[in-house]
């Protein structure tokens, strides 16, 4: 008994590790992986209250409109507010927005799916015929109708995007829980006496968990872009919030005189968004090689 | 085949049925009407307005007289853009955006395809890696800002390209453009998975040990099957590339759907959203019923249900 109980944990360890060493040969994906950590922490530091820059938020400074210089790096804006400190405070929402949905798309994608692709059937035919219907839809147009319908504001878009994002993430999972349900050990455990739900969670998702995370990689980016962009079009987020969409928004009207407004947050965007597109392609190759994940 | 075509169009009316009644729902059950932002508006004129376009009776009963409305051709008419009927405006935007969605499709399909198959065909030489880090660092900028850059460098710096309205040809280059570059990195990609796929099948090795050119098997015997999981993106990547141009409207100031969308929206256009809705929501019935049929004509093995 002993020794089955200390056996577990390193075997769990093991697997990841496992993944780990596989990613650690793909140096675009491990590359990627360390700026996600870095920019993850620097969004993790500001949130708890770390100052990051000489210039706190808020913290107007004489130097209105200046281009970047050694004393602010990304340059200020027309109230004098050093953008190096307003992009390391807007990556925290940015992020945030980004974490959260694939959170939401998590698990309302993978109960969906679950339920769904273990059920098999009417009922599978019906759930599946209403994600390809809602699946049709473009993000962008479901998203501007339900965010801004239901108001502006973080809750409004996480809604938004919340909406959009789990389908995905339920297509996936059916489609691992029809081809895993046939396998002879969900056979052993109904033999064994165990219900549905223990199967589905002790037996299924586990082995489903490779392209799950893989989805979830490439969700947190696309999370991101479509709050800029959102933001971006004036029905996102818009001030007193501060993300990279509202500095990017904000730094448009003045696109002609100070382009620094809007590149350093575009940059900044890009950069995190293209880490964990990186990243995905990485974690593919390293945990699920055969699916094809992105969606147009 | 045109059977086909007409009996999946019929068969989406119920889903474009839906698609009304949940957008109007949705539309009523948030709290704010289109009068509320026209400030100062004693509220006597404001119940008259409400009257006079029957926002004052039960939403059921809104409900039933838009759809009887709907069910003789009348789309309504805007609140905000005063005497201008949806269906008026509408036939303003909707060529409009259908411009600006094909061009950019057509630049898209240019681009990407080609790009995908010579990184496939190359795999892992330089030319490979510099297409996919180019299409990956495609999908991660937003809209906006490769039109911006596209605004600041053509119509700001180099004072070349028009960066505003929809007059001339020239007017397209930098709106199509802008739409066209994540779908086309986003094509390659695809492409070039799909390639890679069928150059390891068994009729390719077939091909290349009868002695035929490395060309002629990626051009006959490769790219008719890689292209279909391809094909089956440009229905949806079609009707995003119409419906989704918001971004691009907005940059461009380009009086198209997604311009007139979201104005609607903020401004709680009730006719006006539910006539663009309904538009977007046939373009993307008909796009995905037009690609099923090519589907099968790409793809004899595929039997579509109809």
């Given at each position: 008994m002993t020794a089955s109980l200390s056996a577990e944990p390193v075997k769990a360890v093991s697997r990841v590790e496992l993944a780990f060493g596989r990613l650690k040969k793909i140096p675009s994906a491990y590359i990627a992986f360390w700026i996600v950590c870095l920019i993850c922490l620097i969004a993790l530091m500001s949130a708890v209250g770390?100052?990051?820059?000489a210039y706190s938020f808020d913290?107007?400074?004489?130097?209105?409109?200046?281009?970047?210089?050694?004393?602010h790096l990304m340059g200020t804006d027309e109230l004098g507010r050093d953008l190096f400190a307003r992009v390391i405070y807007g990556s925290r929402l940015s992020i945030a927005i980004g974490f959260v949905t694939a959170g939401v798309a998590f698990v309302l994608g993978t109960t969906y799916g679950a339920i769904s692709g273990y059920c098999g059937g009417k009922i599978d035919t019906i759930l599946m015929r209403g994600v390809d219907i809602a699946y049709s839809l473009p993000d962008l147009l479901v998203m501007i109708l339900v965010g801004v319908l239901i108001g502006k504001g973080t809750f409004g878009i996480l809604f938004a995007l919340g909406l959009v994002s789990w389908m995905g993430t339920a297509r996936l999972v059916r489609a691992q829980m029809l081809q895993l349900k046939e396998e002879e050990f969900v056979e052993a455990a109904k033999a064994a006496g165990q219900d549905g739900l223990t199967i589905v969670l002790k037996h299924l998702l586990p082995n489903a968990m490779g392209p799950i995370i893989v989805a979830l990689t490439f969700t947190v980016p696309s999370a991101i872009l479509s709050e800029s962009t959102l933001s971006f079009i004036g029905l996102g987020l818009s001030a007193p919030e501060c993300s990279w969409g509202t500095l990017a928004s904000d730094g448009w009207r003045s696109l002609r005189s100070y382009p620094h407004l809007l590149g350093f947050p575009s940059l900044f965007i890009f950069m995190t968004v293209l880490s964990f597109n990186c990243l995905g392609d990485g974690l593919r190759d390293v945990l699920d090689p055969r699916t094809r994940l992105f969606k147009g | 085949m045109l059977a086909l075509l007409v009996k999946r169009m019929l068969s989406s009316i119920p889903v474009l049925l839906v698609v009304a009644t949940l957008t109007f729902f949705l539309m009523r059950a948030v709290p704010g009407g289109p009068?509320?932002?026209?400030?100062?508006?004693p509220p006597a004129i404001v119940a008259n307005l409400n009257a006079k376009y029957q926002l004052d009776k039960p939403v059921a009963q809104q409900y039933f007289i838009y759809l009887s409305r709907l069910a003789k051709g009348d789309l309504g008419i805007s609140y905000k853009y005063v005497n201008r009927t949806v269906q008026d405006i509408l036939a303003e935007a909707v060529p409009v955006s259908f411009q600006l969605g094909f061009s950019a499709l057509l630049l898209a399909v240019i681009i990407g395809i080609p790009l995908g198959t010579l990184a496939a065909v190359n795999r892992g030489s330089w030319l490979d890696v510099t297409a996919m880090f180019l299409s990956t660092a495609g999908i991660s900028v937003p809209g906006f800002v490769i039109g911006a850059f596209l605004i600041f460098v053509f119509?700001?710096?180099?004072?070349?390209?028009?960066?505003?309205?929809?007059?001339?040809?020239?007017?397209?280059i930098l709106p199509a453009l802008t739409l066209a570059f994540s779908p086309a990195a986003y094509l390659a990609r695809l492409t070039r998975a799909s390639v890679l796929e069928v150059l390891e099948k068994d009729w390719v090795r077939t091909a290349r040990s009868k002695g035929l050119s490395r060309w002629s098997t990626v051009m006959k015997h490769t790219l008719r099957n890689a292209l279909v999981p391809v094909a089956t993106v440009l229905g949806p990547l079609t009707a995003i590339l119409i419906t989704g141009s918001f971004v691009v409207e907005y940059l461009y100031a380009i009086p198209g759907m997604g311009r007139f969308f979201v104005t609607a929206v903020t401004n709680r256009d009730y006719d006006l959203i539910m006539g663009t809705t309904l538009v977007f929501a046939a373009i993307l019935i008909v796009t995905n019923a037009i690609v099923d049929v090519v589907y099968q004509v790409l793809d004899p093995r595929m039997k579509v249900e109809g």
């Open positions: 770390v100052p990051l820059s913290q107007a400074t004489e130097d209105l409109l200046v281009g970047p210089s050694m004393k | 009068f509320d932002a026209d400030k100062n508006l119509g700001i710096w180099l004072k070349v390209l028009p960066v505003a309205l929809w007059e001339t040809p020239w007017h397209m």
